[in-house]
Nanobody, 125 residues
Framework: QVQLVESGGGLVQAGGSLRLSCAASGRTFSSSAMGWFRQAPGKEREFVASISRNGGSTYYADSVKGRFTISRDNAKNTVYLQMNSLKAEDTAVYYC??????????????????WGQGTQVTVSS
């Protein structure tokens, strides 16, 4: 399994921006579809965005479409989540996730076998 470490979370005012990074270890990163999920207090984990192995296909939750952008750099074994126009309801712990090698891109959490420890994003209104 690939090891994942997220960074870039923090406290930001509504309307602001943050960029999350997820660094992956191991040789299978470029073979793995990647995703970002989030979990707010008292709520279930929910899909945010995902990206195919070569970055050619991306998917977004309706709640973040047009505001968030997922991207990846396979040379750096890193996936990013650029978050703009942040809202208070974006407050959550954000998790990076990887599918197994050669799995197709997905929006379903159970399809992802490796998870990071999460990074807190807090948006003040």
């Amino acid at each position: 399994q690939v090891q994942l470490v997220e960074s870039g979370g923090g406290l930001v005012q509504a309307g602001g921006s943050l960029r999350l990074s997820c660094a992956a270890s191991g040789r299978t990163f470029s073979s793995s579809a990647m995703g970002w999920f989030r979990q707010a207090p008292g709520k279930e984990r929910e899909f945010v965005a995902s990206i195919s192995r070569n970055g050619g296909s991306t998917y977004y939750a309706d709640s973040v479409k047009g505001r968030f952008t997922i991207s990846r750099d396979n040379a750096k074994n890193t996936v990013y989540l650029q978050m703009n126009s942040l809202k208070a309801e974006d407050t959550a712990v954000y998790y990076c996730a990887a599918r197994g090698p050669f799995g197709v891109v997905s929006i379903t959490a159970s399809h992802f076998g490796s998870w990071g420890q999460g990074t807190q994003v807090t948006v003040s209104s």
